[in-house]
Nanobody, 124 residues
Framework: VQLQASGGGLVQTGDSLRLSCAVS????????MAWFRQAPGKEREFVAA?????YYADSVKDRFTISRDNAKNTLYLQMNSLRPEDTAVYYC?????????????????????WGQGTQVTVSS
């Protein structure tokens, strides 16, 4: 199973980017999938997840949208109104299990499969 994240880049404050996470070797059509990010010197943090519902970190709510295209086996993260504090390496993650509690979606340890990360840099 491979998760390949792409779409990062250098943008200015207020710009938009769409990240993609292409999955090969497995189908996660109904399984939990998520985006996390990690800024230099900080722990990896939850950004958004899709599974039984869609969930967002407060810092990205109303700016970011998570979606998936099961036909293409791809997860997306549409990021609008980007801010310098959104600068980080963004990782996609997935797991085969059903998450029975909402909190599991937010935890790094809940996900077994991870992509390699794509850098997003937002200049002020």
């Amino acid at each position: 199973v491979q998760l390949q994240a792409s779409g990062g880049g250098l943008v200015q404050t207020g710009d938009s980017l769409r990240l993609s996470c292409a999955v090969s070797g497995h189908s996660f059509s109904r399984a939990p999938m998520a985006w996390f990010r990690q800024a230099p010197g900080k722990e990896r943090e939850f950004v958004a997840a899709d599974g039984r519902g869609t969930y967002y970190a407060d810092s990205v709510k109303d700016r970011f949208t998570i979606s998936r295209d099961n036909a293409k086996n791809t997860l997306y993260l549409q990021m609008n109104s980007l801010r310098p504090e959104d600068t980080a390496v963004y990782y996609c993650a997935a797991d085969d299990r059903t998450f029975n509690t909402r909190s599991r979606y937010f935890q790094v340890a809940s996900y077994y499969y991870w992509g390699q990360g794509t850098q997003v840099t937002v200049s002020s």
